[in-house]
C-alpha cells in the first residue's frame, strides 16, 4: 500500500498538475506580470506626445488615470477632467477644438463603428491649457472601466445609447 501511494505514475500527474498551476498563474493578467497583459487601448489622436497607434493600458490609481504605452505615458488627474466620452466616433465638438493637436483624430462619420461604441474620449484641463486624450477600446475591454470612471472622477462618462451595458 505504501508502494502505490509514492508510486512513479502518481508523483508524475502531481507534477504535471504542479506545472499547470504555475503556468496557469503566471498567464494569468491576475499575476502582474507586463508581459502577460494585453495592451487593450491604441492612442489614435491627442495633444500628448505619444506615436500615433501606440497600443497600452490604462490604468486607473487612486488620483489618476494613467494611459501607458511603448511611447511614453500620460497621467490625468481625475480632478482636471472636463468631459469624458465613449462613442462609435469621434464627436463633432471634438474634432472642431481648438488645441495644439499632436496627432490630429481622423475624421469618420458617426458610423464607422456601427452600433459599437470605440473611442473613449478624455478632455482635461492641466495649468489651464485644455489637453485632449482619444483612445479607441473595444466595448468588452471599456465596459469594466465606465462605472470606476465615474466614481473616481465624479463625473459621468458620456456614453452613446445603443450600447447595453
Known sequence: MLKAEHSPGRLQRAGLLAGVLVLALTASPISGGEESVRSQFKYTGGT??????????????????AFTCRGGEVSVPYSSITLMQYRSGISWHVRHLKVPWKVRPVIFPQVVGGKKNRYFTVIYRLESHPHVLILRVHPDAMRPYLAELDLRSQKRVEVQSYEEY
Not at 500628448?48 to 488615470?65: A, Q, S, W
Open 48 to 65: 500628448e506626445i505619444l506615436p500615433e497607434g501606440c497600443e497600452g493600458n490604462l490604468e486607473l490609481r487612486p488620483e489618476f488615470m
